[in-house]
């Protein structure tokens, strides 16, 4: 057999140097302003390598905003977002850098509403994951020769990987806009590992599906991370899903942090609560 | 009735090696004497590079040659001699198909071992009962989940011989610390080490291995009780290989697919048996979900599948015809009535050897409905395990697949009796292969005799006498006839048979399956009433749920499905045509929609599919009692344990239809078998 015997998986997709424990992203003060519009103000967390760190909060809370500053999309009038990637300390101070030397650094994300090329495959969408990585000229690629032929089939064995990681063999082939909505948002997942992020962005990976849905996603995003070791930063709507797979929980109100804990702290802190489920009556 | 010997009796000689047939070279021929381990060492001698096995992983067809299938049957079964499994002792595996499985089966046969397979989705008492029934020391397991299940036996059970669990798909047990759990290509490193400290002992082992040694233990499919452990020896497995190829020959050049239970004893008849004694390339589908593809990418020449699959072939037809547009109903519908046409005559054997109105037929129409299923070079395909409906029969016929009704125990290797080419009878199951003997007794249960009958129930000597008589005849508990042709007809399981008040004999069996020829209906249970029988009744979502999208009908649940008047009212249908097929003593009066499907780990059905009447008699009294006494409904309680451990209970009203007074709307002729609407 080509690939060995073992069974095992032969590509890491945690591309983070930092040992687990050790802070792999630090949220400092941000203050992010449409106009008039405080849509984050002064926060500030830490999250920590090897968790699943949630971010949770009503509609407009700032949750979304704050994962855009993150990935470079908005960039805040001020505060820092550093990202360490290395054993010797490397960091980046994120909050100047453009969305496509963010994704360089390692930082993976999906999107809330599906943002995939419809009529490419699953297996082409995911390819499309890897470009980053990719070094041949367009000419190399064009000639389809030696290294550039040779940095496909590579790169291929790593996508094939994160198929079978996420179970999507039977939509290998198929255009990603004849898929049902659940199988769509794991391709999306699928897509962000493909870059062997540092660190993985997932934006309402559960939105809109059912229960059954909702669980398989759990499932694989707690593959993803106990199988794969990636640091993933999750903003979900579901208290129930948040609180089950969550390591550390941030809530946003109003562009502001109101609460930083473990999901059983947060639960219990009387700001969530109230953010939640309206002010108590005295 | 007589219990004279059948002519078939003459037929039996002594299981003499018949050399080459078909495609197979002579050489790979089983001689007499042969156990699967020396079939591999031969093949890896004569044909080291050709493919032996090969599984599609990463979406890549993966090879494995002879040669190196055989160099890692030989690393295995040196480790599994460094874990100290001795001749004799049983290794038990707990796995998906896999190369792996067949590695561990040929490595525990070549130290004298023999393996047992565990259906992967058994459970907890099931699961106990084969480990400590088996003693078996190692288990090799496929993956996290198996491993999970292993690990919860031992904590809650102590009498359990395990020692070692050897699994084969690492993802996910990175992080498990028990000392127990070992790595497949862990052992087989371990396996290297040790070979090389004791050169020479395994090929020691292979050559004092004897054709009557345990080669596989196989669980019966056990509908009345738990399984009972069954052992095949190589002599047995090799005698039904070398009767059924004589007959039906396949070569080395033949495709398989592998992908029904290594524990079932019709994937060990094919892919190692026939497999081993014939060096046929083995092929394992990438994933459950890839099955369908995979087996289309292949295209095997030989199939052996129980009635669910191909029943589940022709749902697939009929939800994809029903969604086609009408040329391509219309072009199917006269493509079938063509070949359905020719089937007729040749199953007869009068088939006209040229007939252009079917060649048309068959490459507009009959060949790429083959080709979706993946049965486009399909030479033999059998069914068995459990009764086929006829008319599921005569679609494939009438498609062009050759397929041909398996008569056989797990005791007899899977098969005693068989169709012939050209020669099938719907109803019956066939002939007996060569050198097997049929005798029907005065109460007319079905023997069986052959080089092919077991050794024996493993530590149970006293259900061994039971099934095996002094002069070797297996007693099958079926009953059946032989007809005018030399047929054997199997009525059903002997206590199952019914006696109508005008004194024939049927069975239930029989009648379900005319229910089940509907698409519409996945499983049905009949009861014999003072009146006439009853039914209970479960759908099959996945082409009922197509029927209510096309009806605009929505609904959430499985049960919420069941329970609409309007399927109440579609299933009747399908009912009445059934019971326009029946004799007026058997038709159907009332028939209930259950609220569940059956479930093996509910124990209402075995693993491989065949309906436990005692379990569901006893579980559904209320609802039979009910249909019994021709109440309109019945209330059940249904009890619902969520995953938190909080349960509900529920109270469930089912409607019992009855068939005296329900009438189909007019003008509504039959449906075609190729589908589900009018």
Same mark, same amino acid.
């Given at each position: 057999m080509t690939t060995g015997l073992t069974r095992a998986y032969q590509h890491s997709l945690n591309s983070s140097a930092v040992p687990s424990g050790q802070p792999a992203l630090e949220v400092k003060d941000i203050g992010l302003r449409f106009g008039g519009v405080h849509a984050l103000a002064d926060v500030g967390f830490t999250v920590t390598q090897g968790h699943i760190h949630a971010v949770i909060g009503p509609n407009g809370a700032g949750k979304s905003s704050l994962l855009n500053c993150v990935s470079g999309l908005y960039h805040p009038q001020h505060g820092s977002i550093v990202l360490h990637t290395g054993v010797e300390g490397t960091s980046h101070e994120l909050t100047k850098l453009p969305p496509y030397k963010i994704a360089r650094l390692g930082v993976? &994300?999906?999107?809330?509403?599906?943002?995939?090329?419809?009529?490419?495959?699953?297996?082409?969408?995911?390819?499309?994951?890897?470009?980053?990585?990719?070094?041949?000229?367009?000419?190399?690629?064009? @000639?389809?020769? /030696?290294?550039?032929?040779r940095q496909e089939i590579a790169h291929r064995a790593l996508v094939e990987e994160v198929i079978d990681l996420l179970s999507l063999q039977p939509f290998r082939h198929k255009p990603v806009g004849s898929l049902a909505y659940g199988i769509q948002k794991r391709v999306e997942l699928g897509r962000a590992l493909c870059l062997q992020p540092a660190l993985l962005l997932l934006d309402e990976p559960m939105a809109g599906m059912n229960a059954e849905e909702k669980e398989d996603m759990a499932r694989y995003i707690l593959d993803v991370h106990e199988l794969a070791g990636v640091t993933v930063i999750l903003i979900e709507h579901d208290m129930a899903v948040v609180m089950d797979i969550s390591n550390r929980v941030s809530v946003l109100d109003f562009g502001r942090l109101i609460a930083d804990g473990t999901p059983d702290e947060v639960k219990a802190n009387p700001k969530v609560v109230e953010a939640y489920l309206g002010a108590e009556e005295h | 009735m007589s219990t004279e010997k059948t002519p078939y009796a003459a037929d039996l000689a002594p299981s003499e090696p018949s050399g080459s047939r078909g495609a197979s070279p002579a050489a790979y021929g089983p001689a007499s004497g042969d156990t699967f381990p020396r079939l591999l060492a031969?093949?890896?001698?004569?044909?080291?590079?050709?493919?032996?096995?090969?599984?599609?992983? %990463?979406?890549?067809?993966?090879?494995?040659?002879?040669?190196?299938?055989?160099?890692? @049957?030989?690393?295995?079964?040196?480790?599994l001699a460094a874990l100290g499994v001795e001749r004799g002792q049983i290794v038990a595996v707990l796995g998906d198909n896999r190369p792996e499985w067949l590695i561990a089966e040929l490595a525990a046969q070549s130290l004298g071992a023999s393996v047992v397979g565990v259906y992967p989705t058994s459970i907890g008492e099931e699961l106990h009962h084969i480990l400590t029934h088996s003693r078996a020391r190692v288990v090799i397991a496929e993956d996290q989940e198996q491993v999970d299940k292993l690990i919860r036996l031992r904590s809650e059970a102590t009498d359990v011989p395990m020692e070692t669990v050897v699994y084969y798909d690492p993802h996910g047990l990175e992080a498990y610390t028990e000392e127990f759990l070992t790595d497949f290509t862990a052992v087989e490193a371990q396996g290297r080490e040790w070979g090389d400290q004791h050169p020479g002992w395994l090929d020691e082992q292979i050559a004092s291995?004897?054709?009557?040694? @345990?080669?596989?233990?196989?669980?019966?499919?056990?509908?009345?009780?738990?399984?009972?452990?069954? *052992?095949?020896?190589?002599?047995?497995?090799?005698?039904?290989?070398?009767?059924? +190829?004589?007959?039906?020959?396949?070569?080395?050049?033949?495709? %398989?697919?592998?992908?029904?239970?290594?524990? $079932?004893?019709?994937?060990?008849?094919?892919?190692?048996?026939?497999?081993?004694?014939?060096?046929?390339?083995?092929?394992?589908?990438?994933?459950?979900?890839?099955?369908? +593809?995979?087996?289309?990418?292949?295209?095997?020449?030989?199939?052996?599948?129980?009635?669910?699959? $191909?029943?589940?072939?022709?749902?697939?037809?009929?939800? &994809?015809?029903?969604?086609?547009?009408?040329?391509?109903?219309? @072009?199917?519908?006269? /493509? %079938?009535?063509?070949?359905?046409?020719?089937?007729?005559?040749?199953?007869?054997?009068?088939?006209?050897?040229?007939?252009?109105?079917? $060649?048309?037929?068959?490459?507009?129409?009959?060949?790429?409905v083959r080709d979706q299923l993946g049965l486009a070079r399909i030479d033999h395909a059998y069914t068995g395990g459990a009764p086929l409906g006829p008319d599921v029969f005569r679609f494939f016929h009438a498609i062009g697949v050759n397929l041909k009704q398996i008569y056989g125990q797990t005791e007899i290797c899977g098969i005693a009796v068989v169709h012939r080419d050209d020669d099938i009878a719907f109803a019956s199951v066939g002939t007996p292969i060569p050198g097997t003997e049929i005798r029907i007794t005065d109460e007319g249960e079905i023997l069986l005799r052959s080089a092919s009958v077991f050794r024996g129930y493993h530590r149970n000597p006293e259900a061994t006498a039971e099934a095996v008589d002094a002069d070797g005849w297996l007693h099958t508990g079926d009953a059946g006839f032989l007809d005018e042709q030399g047929h054997l007809v199997v009525?059903? &399981?002997?206590?199952?048979?019914?006696?109508?008040?005008?004194?024939?004999?049927?069975?239930?069996?029989?009648?379900?399956?005319?229910?089940?020829?509907?698409?519409?209906? *996945?499983?049905?249970?009949?009861?014999?009433?003072?009146?006439?029988?009853?039914?209970?009744?479960?759908?099959?979502?996945? !082409?009922?749920?197509?029927?209510?999208?096309?009806?605009?009908?929505?609904? !959430? !649940?499985?049960?919420?499905?069941? /329970?609409?008047?309007?399927? &109440?009212?579609?299933?009747?249908?399908?009912?009445?045509?059934?019971?326009?097929?029946?004799?007026?003593?058997?038709?159907?009066?009332?028939?209930?929609?259950?609220?569940?499907?059956?479930?093996?780990?509910?124990?209402?059905?075995?693993?491989?599919?065949?309906?436990?009447?005692?379990?569901?008699?006893?579980? %559904?009294?209320?609802?039979?009692?009910?249909?019994?006494?021709?109440?309109?409904?019945? +209330?059940?309680?249904?009890?619902?344990?969520y995953q938190d451990g909080s349960q509900v209970e529920r109270n469930l009203v089912l409607k019992i239809v009855d068939m005296s007074t329900f009438r189909a709307p007019e003008g509504r002729g039959r449906r075609p078998v190729w589908s589900g609407r009018r």
């Open positions: 993976a &994300r999906s999107f809330q509403n599906i943002e995939l090329f419809s009529g490419l495959t699953v297996l082409e969408n995911l390819m499309l994951g890897r470009h980053i990585h990719m070094s041949k000229s367009v000419l190399a690629s064009l @000639v389809w020769l /030696g290294p550039a032929r | 031969g093949l890896a001698a004569q044909r080291p590079k050709d493919t032996a096995l090969q599984e599609k992983r %990463y979406g890549i067809w993966q090879p494995l040659t002879w040669a190196q299938y055989n160099q890692r @049957v030989r690393d295995f079964a040196h480790g291995g004897q054709p009557e040694d @345990v080669a596989v233990i196989c669980t019966t499919s056990g509908t009345t009780s738990r399984p009972k452990l069954a *052992e095949l020896s190589h002599a047995n497995l090799l005698a039904m290989a070398e009767h059924l +190829t004589t007959i039906d020959p396949i070569g080395a050049r033949d495709r %398989y697919v592998s992908f029904l239970p290594f524990a $079932w004893i019709g994937e060990q008849m094919l892919a190692v048996a026939c497999g081993l004694s014939r060096g046929l390339t083995l092929s394992f589908p990438e994933d459950s979900a890839t099955q369908k +593809t995979d087996l289309r990418e292949i295209g095997p020449n030989v199939m052996f599948s129980p009635p669910r699959i $191909w029943e589940s072939m022709l749902s697939d037809v009929q939800v &994809r015809i029903d969604e086609a547009g009408w040329i391509k109903r219309k @072009v199917f519908g006269w /493509g %079938y009535a063509v070949g359905d046409r020719v089937a007729e005559q040749r199953i007869h054997g009068r088939a006209k050897a040229i007939d252009p109105l079917y $060649w048309v037929a068959d490459q507009v129409a009959l060949r790429p009525i059903d &399981r002997a206590k199952d048979v019914l006696t109508t008040s005008d004194g024939t004999r049927f069975s239930s069996a029989f009648i379900e399956n005319k229910l089940k020829f509907s698409p519409y209906v *996945e499983e049905a249970v009949t009861f014999p009433t003072d009146d006439g029988m009853t039914a209970m009744i479960t759908i099959d979502p996945m !082409t009922t749920g197509s029927w209510a999208e096309h009806e605009r009908l929505s609904y !959430t !649940t499985y049960t919420d499905l069941a /329970g609409k008047q309007e399927v &109440r009212d579609l299933i009747a249908e399908e009912v009445l045509r059934a019971n326009e097929d029946l004799p007026e003593s058997i038709r159907i009066k009332r028939f209930v929609l259950l609220h569940k499907q059956f479930d093996p780990d509910d124990d209402e059905i075995t693993r491989t599919r065949k309906v436990r009447r005692n379990v569901i008699a006893e579980r %559904y009294a209320d609802i039979i009692n009910g249909l019994a006494g021709g109440s309109d409904d019945v +209330t059940i309680r249904s009890l619902v344990t």
